[in-house]
């Protein structure tokens, strides 16, 4: 097979700074071992995050200029709205400035406290808001999705016998919805089935609680599907994210991963009550219920970025991108979640660093390592971010999975890029038994890996 190039041509180049390793060593120090405290600039190749970091198109560029900036009815808006509505085909299309703000304003207005809100695996932020909210939020992944090693097409499916299970016990009453995110980040950045989601959708409608989906990778989950189900070889992206939109009735979207925005984010939805709590939320906190704390151009860029996501050789081209650079780490016999995800490659933190134990933080400590080798920037899920201890006791508890994620900004960095964050691992990989553990210094309560501090051990 011939090498999947990527899709496009650059057109305007961003200068990257070179450091050397000492230099480095001293910025982490005084970032307080925390990769989130560096100075971008500090940066070599920045892989902590996949959201708002893409690259946009000339079409989307152009479309900044079209933004109207009318505070009321803007033709951006009627755009926005028709883009997304064209794809997710609810009833309301309520925009955002990102994805936790479509959490914080569902979850204030229709979850109460003692309700549960069952998923395959709710992201940090979703949590945080459902907590925030007084509920529960319950992580149900198959237990495939808890293996790391295990090779299995759609790991980000949901545990349907324990959903049903859940669904029986607190029953409609405190279950206000369930939320399954596709991709699932939190688990690897895996797919969900359509056979999944069809079977959580049947499970909803017994129980008569409402089905939503956190999209923030939908186009990526469509391409799997699209590989990996059979009998959609032969869709087209665009008609297997309208199949698995129209098995739900919402979506909470963080719009800076697919559709390849800046800044922004959606709720779409059926409901009409539920509509009119959100919108005056909105109204309290975001703006106008055409803006919804975004700039007109940033609705244009959006509503064109939802539309190039679902180009099919562009996510052909996305999901071999991203495996090339998992599969060549695994040749360098580097532990890694498997199968490769559509937006990262996760590597085991327990695995890499088996010297350091829980409480010394393998994964952190591995990313703080990987900074001060090569320059290149990447994001524990894991102990810091999951882990929780005793208030009484002061045991830890410990996630399932302690994993550091190289997540892959869209049409931003080149092959040759990739091959120097490789070679930085494999290198790693072989003085791993350097790597030194971490403790805290400053742990904050909410979000802890945001802006806590640590000193090596
Ligand atoms: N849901 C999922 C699945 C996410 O991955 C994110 C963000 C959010 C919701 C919240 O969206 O950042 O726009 O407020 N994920 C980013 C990440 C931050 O790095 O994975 P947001």
């Known amino acids: 097979m011939r090498t999947i190039i990527e899709p496009f041509r650059i057109k305007v180049v961003e200068p990257i700074r070179m450091t050397s390793r000492e ?188 089905l939503l989906l956190d999209a ?27 199949e698995m939109f129209a098995l739900s009735d919402g979506v909470m979207m963080s719009m800076k991963k697919d559709a390849f925005g800046n800044i922004g984010g959606v709720i779409s939805i059926n409901s009409d009550e539920w509509a009119d709590k959100v919108r005056t939320l909105l109204i309290l906190t975001e703006g106008f219920i055409t803006y919804g704390g975004l700039a007109g151009r940033d609705l244009e860029a959006l509503a064109i970025g939802i539309e190039e996501i679902l180009d099919e050789d562009y996510l052909k081209y996305r999901i071999a991108s991203t495996a090339y650079v998992g599969n060549n780490l695994s040749a360098a016999g580097v532990p890694l979640l498997k199968p490769i995800g559509g937006h990262a490659v996760y590597l085991n933190g327990r695995k890499f660093c088996d010297h350091i134990p829980n409480e010394q933080l393998p994964g952190w400590s591995l990313s703080v390592a990987l900074y001060e080798h090569v320059g290149v920037r990447a994001c524990e899920i894991g102990n ?40 930085g691992i494999a290198e790693l990989y072989q003085h791993r038994e350097e790597i030194r553990g971490l403790r805290f210094v400053h742990r904050p309560a909410v979000l802890p890996h945001f802006t806590a501090t640590f000193e090596q051990v």
Not at 398 to 406: E, I
């Open 23 to 210: 230099e480095r060593a001293k910025l982490i120090r005084h970032a307080g071992y925390n990769p989130f405290r560096l100075k971008a600039e500090n940066v070599l190749i920045d892989l902590l995050t996949d959201s708002g970091t893409g690259a946009m198109s000339t079409h989307q560029w152009a479309g900044v200029m079209e933004g109207d900036e009318s505070y009321a009815g803007a033709r951006s808006f009627f755009k926005f709205e028709a883009a997304v509505r064209g794809i997710f085909g609810h009833a309301h299309v309520i925009p955002t400035h990102q994805g936790r703000a479509s959490e914080r304003l569902l979850c204030r207005a229709v979850v109460k406290p003692g309700d549960v809100i069952p998923g395959n695996t709710h992201f940090d932020t979703t949590r945080a808001n459902i907590e925030d909210a007084g509920a529960e939020a319950r992580d149900l992944v198959i237990a495939e999705g808890r293996d790391p090693d295990l090779d299995h097409p759609f790991k980000g499916n949901i545990d349907l016998a324990a959903l049903e299970r859940c669904l029986a016990e607190a029953g409609r009453e405190r279950v206000p919805f369930v939320l399954i995110t596709v991709t699932n980040n939190s688990g690897g950045g895996q797919p969900v089935s359509m056979a999944n989601l069809t079977g959580a959708r049947a499970l909803c409608d017994r129980f008569g609680v409402p």
């Open 216 to 242: 923030a990778r939908f186009a990526e989950n469509a391409y799997f599907i699209k590989l990996r189900e059979p009998g959609y070889g032969d869709k087209t992206p665009r008609g297997i994210a309208r």
């Open 384 to 423: 810091v971010m999951f882990g929780t201890q005793d208030p009484k006791t002061g045991a830890w508890t410990w996630p399932a999975l302690d994993l550091v994620r190289l997540a892959i900004p869209r049409r931003t960095y080149t092959q040759s890029h990739m091959d120097y964050v490789v070679e």
